[in-house]
C-alpha cells in the first residue's frame, strides 16, 4: 500500500520560507514521477512541480518558477518543496502525489496516489 505523507505547512510572513516534505512507503522515490499540487480555498486544486521517473529536471508552474525547488532524496525515499519568496497567493493547502507515469506528470488524473496536505499560509 502506498502511502504519502507531508509535512513542513505554516504561517510564514510574505518573503519567507518554508521547506515540505513529502514521505513516501510502498513506493520509491527514485523511480516514481512525483508532483507537488496546491488548493486554494474556493479553488481548484492546480499544478505546481513534477519530476518525471528518469529523475530529469523538475518542471514547475509558471506561477513559482524560480521561487520553489523541488528535490528528492531517494535513501530517505522523500520528495521536498522548497519555497522562498513567499507571497500570499501562495497560501494553500499543499499536497504531494505519485504517478505511474512516464513523462512529466502535469494532470491531477495523471497521478494515482496522494498524500493527506499541509497548509502552508502566507500573510501580508
Known amino acids: 500500500q502506498v502511502q504519502l505523507v507531508e509535512s513542513g505547512g505554516g504561517l510564514v510572513q510574505a518573503g519567507g520560507s518554508l521547506r515540505l516534505s513529502c514521505v513516501v512507503s510502498?513506493?520509491?522515490?527514485?523511480?516514481?514521477?512525483m508532483g507537488w499540487f496546491r488548493q486554494a480555498p474556493a479553488k481548484e486544486r492546480e499544478f505546481v512541480a513534477t519530476?518525471?521517473?528518469?529523475?530529469?529536471?523538475?518542471y514547475y508552474a509558471n506561477s513559482v518558477k524560480g521561487r520553489f525547488t523541488m528535490s528528492r532524496d531517494n535513501a530517505k525515499n522523500t520528495v521536498y518543496l522548497q519555497m522562498n519568496s513567499l507571497l500570499p497567493e501562495d497560501t494553500a493547502v499543499y499536497y504531494c502525489?505519485?504517478?505511474?507515469?512516464?513523462?512529466?506528470?502535469?494532470?491531477?488524473?495523471?497521478?494515482?496516489?496522494w498524500g493527506q496536505g499541509t497548509q502552508v499560509t502566507v500573510s501580508s
Open positions: 519530476r518525471n521517473r528518469s529523475g530529469g529536471d523538475p
Open positions: 510502498g513506493r520509491s522515490v527514485g523511480s516514481t514521477a
Open positions: 502525489a505519485a504517478s505511474s507515469a512516464y513523462y512529466n506528470p502535469l494532470r491531477l488524473l495523471d497521478y494515482d496516489s
